[in-house]
Structure formats: structure tokens, C-alpha cells
């Protein structure tokens, strides 16, 4: 049996607007112990994603919320310590959601072996984790998008929308990607040779979209909403289809945002133009993971998908690194947070 206590992050509050550092506790318990047909792991890494703001509640999204008390949520890394499981051995890298903790247990199911000869252990946290899978099944099972038109992705230069974007292109469409800032878009254009990228914080931003779309647009990817979407929306073709994958610059807001209601408009789009607008939630597909790997990790493998990472040491840092994630300075996958 490992000895020490079991560091946990646990939701001390729901946050009002943004999280902040007073929304969570350190605390520390026991280590769990384990019965037949469980395994005991330890996390190594953690990963950072907007998308945690939702299971804190006091947000946009419909997913369910974490409990007051209960560790933070999300995937890991980790090692196995114990094991009583026929599938798994003292050592074995695996890939866990437990969340904001040291330590945890499972029987199996719930956590996923990896193999670092196929490609570094961290990938299991981006482009062959639900980032990945998030980008993958929005650009392969929601849509059916044609090559040769053109396919724009808002959140270009982020953890999902930069994979989003790579998948366009290797589907054989032009790819425009929407991001902040010169950097993001120098990476967009130069580092994964998408067709234009556009810096939606440039105060000509309506001019730069409409001389970066000639030809309207056949394909959207949604990662972002907010004032943007409005510039956009007016350059989608007839039959156009988009995605919408997430939503992250409302996900501190519980009400309607202020100044024009643009929803009229973008229904007399869908009328006349016939977009069809489709969204997905990857806790309720998560049966087509197989496929995605088979898929995307030679991919990543081979170099075809290109990825971004950035890397935090200390355990104690994991509610700093998550409030970052908000301030529009991070490209690719923005933190993983290494256990010390």
C-alpha cells in the first residue's frame, strides 16, 4: 500500500462570472485502498481545458455539475501504483478522468492504457484526448463536408480548433482560421499552412474576413460565439454547414449578453441559405473514441498533425493555470500541469 495523504482540489464555491483561485480548497485525505478487480493510480499530469469552468457551475452549459466538496474534474495522466486487475500492471501508464487529485481508484472501464512507443504519454491530454476527439468528431460525424470549399474555424490556434483546422486541410478544403493576436495567426499560417488566418482583435477585422472569404464560406467550426459571429454568419453560402463544438467566451455567463439581438438576422440566414447548424456534446459519444485513435494516432504519429504544448510543474498551480486559460494568450494546448 503506497503511504501519505491524497492532495485533492476540491469545488469550495460556484463561481459568479469567471473562477477564481477563493472557488477551490486544498485539502488532503486518505489514500483509497483497493478490492479484486480494482487498480490504485497515481496522477502525473493534468489537463487544463475551458471547458472545466462548465462543471463548476454557474455557467452556460447544460452539462452536470460537480459537487460542492468533490475534487475538481477532469482527465489525467497517470501511473499504475496497485493493482488487483487482471488488465493492468504495477507501472502501466494510463489515461484516467478523476480529476484534481493524487490519487484514485477504478475498476477499469473508466481509464485507458497507453503506450509510449505510439507517441508521448502528454498527447493523451490533447490531440489524442478529448481535445482531439472533440475536433475529430465535429469535423467527422456531425457534417459531411465537401472538399474544395472552404471551411473556417473560430479558436484556430487553440487546443481543438488547431486540430480542427489540420483535419480541413487533409479533407481537402481551404481552411481559414480565426485567432487573437499576430503570433496565433503567424502560427496558423506558417506552422500548420492554413490558406489565411485572420486576428478577429484587429479593428478592420469585418474587411480582413470578407477579403479572406471570396467565396463565402461551405464549412464552419465553432469553437468561440460571442461578437465575432455576427461578422462571420454574413459570409455563409448557401447549404452551408456548421458545427458548433463550444462556446467558451460565454461560459462565465448565465444571461443573455447586451446590445443588438443579431438571432433574427442569422434566422432569416438559415431560411434563405438553408445553413444547416448542427452541435455535439462528446460525453454522449464517446463510443467512437476506438475509431478516433485508430485514426488520428498515426496521424500525430507521423508528424500530419502538428501540435502545440505547454508545460507547468507543481500540483499546488493547477487553479492559477486553469484561470489563464481565459486572458486570450495561449496557442495549442495551453497546460499541462505536471504533479511534483
Known amino acids: 500500500m503506497t503511504n501519505g495523504k491524497n492532495r485533492q482540489y476540491v469545488l469550495a464555491a460556484r463561481p459568479q462570472g469567471p473562477a477564481k483561485r ?18 490504485l493510480f497515481r496522477n502525473t499530469m493534468f489537463s487544463i481545458d475551458p471547458y472545466q ?14 459537487a460542492l466538496g468533490d475534487p475538481m474534474g477532469g482527465p489525467t495522466v497517470a501511473v499504475v501504483e496497485e493493482s488487483k486487475h487482471p488488465d493492468f500492471n504495477v507501472g502501466d501508464p494510463v489515461q484516467t478522468w478523476s480529476g484534481w487529485q493524487d490519487f484514485a481508484t477504478s475498476d477499469g472501464p473508466d481509464i485507458r492504457k497507453l503506450d509510449p512507443e505510439e507517441a508521448p504519454l502528454s498527447t493523451a491530454l490533447g490531440p489524442l484526448g478529448l481535445n482531439g476527439f472533440s475536433a475529430w468528431y465535429g469535423m467527422t460525424k456531425v457534417h459531411t463536408f465537401k472538399p474544395g470549399g472552404t471551411l473556417v474555424v473560430t479558436g484556430a490556434a487553440g487546443s481543438v480548433g488547431s486540430i480542427a483546422a489540420q483535419l480541413g486541410k487533409l479533407r481537402g478544403l481551404r481552411v481559414v482560421g480565426i485567432a487573437g493576436g499576430a503570433k496565433k495567426v503567424a502560427f496558423l499560417r506558417e506552422d500548420l499552412g492554413l490558406d489565411d488566418a485572420i486576428d478577429y482583435r484587429a479593428h478592420n477585422f469585418a474587411d480582413r474576413v470578407r ?3 471570396p467565396d463565402g464560406i461551405d464549412a464552419f467550426f465553432e469553437n468561440v460565439g460571442g461578437p465575432i459571429f455576427p461578422v462571420l454568419m454574413e459570409h455563409f453560402n448557401r447549404d ?3 458545427t458548433i463544438c463550444g462556446t467558451i467566451s460565454d461560459y462565465s ?10 438571432l433574427p438576422r442569422l434566422i432569416t440566414l438559415i431560411h434563405y441559405r438553408f445553413v444547416d447548424i448542427k452541435a455535439f456534446a462528446t460525453p454522449y459519444v464517446m463510443d467512437t473514441m476506438p475509431e478516433f485513435l485508430a485514426e488520428m494516432t498515426p496521424l500525430v504519429k507521423q508528424g500530419k498533425v502538428k501540435y502545440r504544448e505547454e508545460f507547468i510543474d507543481g500540483f499546488a498551480k493547477l487553479p492559477e493555470a486553469m484561470m489563464s486559460l481565459f486572458d486570450g494568450t495561449h496557442s495549442g494546448k495551453k497546460l499541462i500541469v505536471r504533479a511534483d
Open 211 to 213: 477579403r479572406a472569404l
Open 53 to 66: 469552468r462548465n462543471l463548476m457551475g454557474n455557467g452556460s452549459s447544460e452539462w452536470p455539475t460537480i
Open 240 to 242: 452551408a454547414k456548421m
Open 22 to 39: 477563493s472557488d477551490f480548497k486544498l485539502i488532503e485525505a486518505d489514500i483509497p485502498s483497493i478490492s479484486d478487480g480494482q487498480v
Open 253 to 262: 455567463e448565465t444571461e443573455l449578453p447586451k446590445g443588438i439581438n443579431y
